[in-house]
């Protein structure tokens, strides 16, 4: 590592907030930044005021007419019938006063992450607010107003052109950016997930592989509810390699969602924090072996904001930083936010290995992971290879 890794982050990224009892809060952010200090994590310069995007920035994915709805729902002066075409005055995603400018510091924040890298600055960057993967190109959806990936990734394709690879982690599927990308080769979106049969968004499945020249580059795995570790992580690093391998990428992206932890309240999946510390640790040997070590990685989804966010996404700065934490969560931080909280914090790390019951069913949940993990990649390899090659 020659070059210190960057995290973007400041209160203003607070301002993207859908009110007080949203699940989507961004107390986890403060709680996690914070953590990353008491650990004594951030080196001068390395912390990075968030920037806002410019309206041309975004007109790269989204179109102008659904900016301008966002634009009068920030000022509260759009009707309700028309937002609601636009995914927006949801129960998921409510307007709120300052809403576009609040997302445009969101968006500006993957943005600049992606100029700092390519500009030479750093190698590695967390852009901590972002990951609003469910936002389409002309649709808000699930928590997220517009798509931070997606306009780095256009920024990369226009400016560079760059062939991005994109892994998303979070327990929901990252739909908008692969629906955003989907007859594009020249990015690879791969997204494991819990299954749509129960959750949100209800996309994600094997079969959606892209279309016309981008038929291929869309590689889905979609995982039972109550998977665990094992199998989380075995489906991982079977799929990983091999694709980028045959995809051979010039940038790596990722969503880190942590959302699939046993404890989140939104989800199914049962993982713990030892699938949080190998998911950027094969992330970040990737970047290096097929990247030059490019690497902005994002935030995402995330409803335990106490117990879960914080140490997930400090574990994905500490592997940025090539450095082992000890287990022990820092005095200051649990006497500083234990009287807030309406749970008892952690005082460790990482989860114990019995930390949680094992799930009923684990063998035949394994089983099936492993029929979707070949269905899903049996001919993925030959697929990009051979339209790489056209």
Not at 22 to 49: A, S
Not at 75 to 96: I, R, V, W
Not at 127 to 146: T, W, Y
Not at 305 to 321: D, G, Q, S
């Amino acid at each position: 590592m020659n070059k210190l890794p960057k995290l973007i982050y400041s209160k203003a990224l607070h301002d993207y907030k859908f009110g007080p009892d949203h699940p989507f809060n961004p107390l986890r952010l403060e709680l996690t930044v914070d953590l990353i200090e008491k650990y004594g994590l951030i080196q001068e310069g390395q912390m990075v005021e968030p920037q806002s995007c410019a309206i041309e920035d975004l007109l790269m994915v989204h179109p102008e007419n659904f900016i301008k709805v966002i634009e009068k729902a920030s000022q509260g002066k759009e009707s309700p019938d028309l937002l609601q075409t636009y995914g927006l005055g949801t129960d998921d995603t409510p307007a709120f006063s300052g809403m576009l400018e609040a997302t445009q510091k969101v968006v500006g924040s993957a943005l600049s992450g992606a100029k700092m890298i390519m500009e030479g600055q750093t190698d590695h960057v967390f852009a901590i607010g972002g990951g609003l993967h469910h936002a389409h190109r002309n649709k808000a959806s699930g928590f997220c107003v517009l798509n931070d990936a997606a306009v780095a990734i256009a920024y990369l394709q226009r400016n560079y052109g760059l062939n991005v690879a994109y892994i998303d982690t979070d327990a929901h599927h990252g739909d908008g950016v692969q629906f955003i990308f989907y007859d594009d080769p020249t990015v690879l979106t791969i997204s494991i997930h819990e299954t749509g049969r129960y959750l949100f968004p209800g996309t994600g499945q094997v079969e959606e592989r892209g279309r016309f020249e981008g038929y291929g580059f869309s590689v889905n795995i979609p995982l039972e509810a109550y998977t665990e570790d094992d199998s989380f992580i075995e489906v991982y690093e079977q799929t990983m390699e091999p694709i980028l391998e045959a995809f051979q990428p010039d940038i790596l992206i990722t969503q880190n969602g942590c959302d699939a932890h046993y404890l989140d309240p939104l989800t199914h999946l049962a993982i713990t924090t030892k699938s949080f510390e190998v998911i950027p640790r094969l992330a970040h040997r990737l970047a290096h072996k097929y990247c030059k070590g490019r690497w902005l990685a994002l935030g995402g989804g995330g409803y335990d904001h106490w117990r879960v966010v914080p140490r997930a996404w400090t574990l994905i700065w500490a592997e940025m930083n090539e450095i082992e934490l000890p287990d022990e969560i820092p005095v200051e931080w649990l006497q500083r936010w234990q009287k807030e909280s309406p749970v008892a914090l952690p005082l460790r790390l990482r989860d114990g290995a019995n930390e949680f019951p094992p799930i009923p069913r684990r063998e035949i949940i394994t089983d099936k992971n492993r029929v979707t993990l070949r269905r899903s990649i049996r001919d993925a390899v030959e697929l990009i290879m051979s339209r790489r090659a056209c």
